[in-house]
């Protein structure tokens, strides 16, 4: 397809379990931007990648979560040991552009919706 | 205090109103401003860009005041199709690469 694809696109996890989440952008697109969305808020940032370089993970709230791109296409972003609190919509985003100043615009994907029992 | 602030609403008109919201940033560098729109349980889409001198698209106007660090949108003539969460996004760029940071997001539900 031509948008931001993401699967699962629902998941339900024990507490405890690991989780992966897979992200695959628009062709070509250099930046790709995983969000967290709690119910009733907006999306919080988690990590950003130019290609696939991580330039900023200071969102990730623990160091059960990780994320990677390993060819500057597909990302996946990896929970462990999955807790409550972790119950969230995971968006992926993506731009053609290094700064999207120039045009404004993240392409998101429908997000993983991911509940933890 | 959040790096950009909105008021979460609900923000409940009828239908020809015009309504306002508005959202305060904290940083003063940053750089490029937005609103998206986001509907129920789908994800978020671009409305428009917020430029310094006030940009309109149709019944949609974006206006930027650096100095109070807010941006604003304002909607016309509202239709039912308006309903929706707008959610207000601040671009900063900070060693080499950039952050994109949203707002909490005001809920706007346009009645009959």
């Known amino acids: 397809g031509a948008g931001v694809s993401q699967s699962p696109r629902y998941k339900v996890a024990k507490r405890g379990q690991d989780v992966a989440l897979r992200c695959d952008p628009i062709s070509g697109h250099v930046s790709l931007f995983w969000y967290q969305q709690a119910l009733g808020q907006g999306p919080e940032f988690l990590t950003y990648?130019?290609?696939?370089?991580?330039?900023?993970k200071s969102g990730l709230p623990s160091d059960r979560f990780f994320a990677e791109r390993p060819e500057g296409s597909v990302s996946t972003l990896k929970i462990q040991r999955t807790q409550q609190e972790d119950s969230a919509v995971y968006l992926c985003?993506?731009?053609?552009?290094?700064?999207?100043?120039?045009?404004?615009?993240?392409?998101f994907g429908e997000g993983s919706r991911l509940t933890v029992l | 205090r959040k790096e950009v602030e909105q008021d979460p609403g609900p923000f409940n008109v009828p239908e020809g109103a015009t309504v306002a919201f508005n959202c305060t940033y904290s940083n003063s560098a940053s750089q490029s401003f937005f609103w998206y729109r986001q509907d129920c349980r789908k994800e978020p889409k671009l409305l428009m860009s917020v430029y310094s001198s006030g940009n309109e698209d149709g019944r949609f106007t974006a206006q930027l005041n650096r100095a109070s660090q807010y941006i604003s949108l304002l909607i016309r003539d509202s239709k039912l199709s308006d309903s929706a969460t707008y959610l207000c996004v601040v671009n900063d760029r900070g060693g080499g690469y950039q952050k994109v940071t949203f707002g909490t997001g005001t809920k706007l539900q346009v009645i009959p």
């Open positions: 990648f130019q290609n696939e370089a991580q330039l900023d």
């Open positions: 985003a993506s731009s053609l552009v290094e700064l999207i100043a120039n045009t404004g615009e993240l392409f």
